[in-house]
């Protein structure tokens, strides 16, 4: 539930609130934000500490830029409260979300549902009880140089998401807790793939996870996978099931638990130039 905001917060809101009427650019240093809906460019001035969720998106072509500042949850787990949020876009597009260290919350620090066309640039999503940054149904999106590490069931999650760039993205040491991924149930890695294609992850590192480094499933047909780093993984460095028509190139996968790169029987794959010593 959205708060209303208390004659404290009312210097951010009322600069909003003239902005929109005078015709000003839509811009805003925001003290405290915790449950707030934005429509406007905000850019934090302090570390936020919710009870709740954190900041949500409501307007398109809009940035948050949390200038390195924190956003702190309730760390409650997922199934013993309600599913907190740290950054959420649901149906947005053109927005820019970078700078934000978003920690402690229950299904995700930074949450894609039905958008397309945003970028998610120079975040630090550590340490929250289900993923780092998740992408939900959502398209044609940019990732770039953010850290997912320390998360208990994954650090980057796509599902039902394609036509999205990961690039210099960072996801290790991350959990291998079961959590929802529609009608059934997962285990999360670094960077997980389910229903998830025509992308292209270039030059990311997926390192010392509980699970695999990289994976594909459930069809994630047709993603290139160039330059990345998995290494050290419990599981497989790079993972593909049910998937086909993937290609790998001049990945490293070294010193994981299972293979390399492995794939399931219907997993059509084709890899070259690539380092897969286990």
Do not use: W
Not at 49 to 56: E, F, L, V
Not at 75 to 88: D, F, K, Q, S, V
Not at 97 to 114: E, H, P, Q
Not at 211 to 217: D, E, F, K, T, V
Request: contains cysteine; glycine residues 12%.
């Amino acid at each position: 539930m959205n708060k209303s905001i208390s004659p404290s917060k009312r210097k951010a809101s009322l600069l909003l609130v003239s902005s929109l009427a005078l015709g000003f650019p839509l811009s805003a240093q925001a003290t405290d934000l915790c449950g707030q809906i934005i429509t406007a460019d905000t850019k934090l001035d302090e570390d936020q500490r919710c009870s709740g969720n954190g900041i949500t998106i409501g307007a398109d072509n809009i940035a948050l830029n949390c200038d390195g500042h924190s956003l702190s949850g309730p760390g409650t787990p997922l199934r013993g409260g309600p599913p907190t949020i740290g950054i959420a876009l649901n149906g947005r597009k053109g927005v820019t979300v970078k700078n934000c260290n978003v920690t402690g919350f229950a299904r995700a620090g930074i949450l894609l549902s039905n958008s397309s066309h945003n970028k998610i640039i120079n975040n630090d999503a550590p340490r929250n009880s289900t993923v780092g940054i998740s992408l939900t149904l959502s398209s044609h999106n940019k990732l770039g140089e953010n850290t997912a590490n320390g998360n208990r069931a994954g650090g980057i999650v796509l599902q039902g998401s394609s036509y999205n760039k990961l690039t210099e993205n960072t996801a290790t040491a991350n959990g291998d807790l079961e959590f929802p991924g529609g009608s059934v149930i997962f285990s999360a890695s670094g960077i997980s793939l389910f229903s998830s294609s025509h992308n292209r992850l270039i030059d990311n590192t997926a390192n010392d996870n509980q699970a695999h480094g990289i994976l594909l499933i459930q069809s994630s047909d047709r993603n290139r996978l160039t330059d990345n780093t998995a290494d050290g993984n419990a599981r497989d460095g790079i993972e593909l099931e049910d998937s086909s028509r993937n290609k790998l190139r001049d990945n490293v996968a070294n010193n994981n638990g299972g293979a390399g790169a492995s794939g399931s029987p219907s997993a059509g794959f084709a890899i070259e130039g690539s380092s897969t010593k286990n």
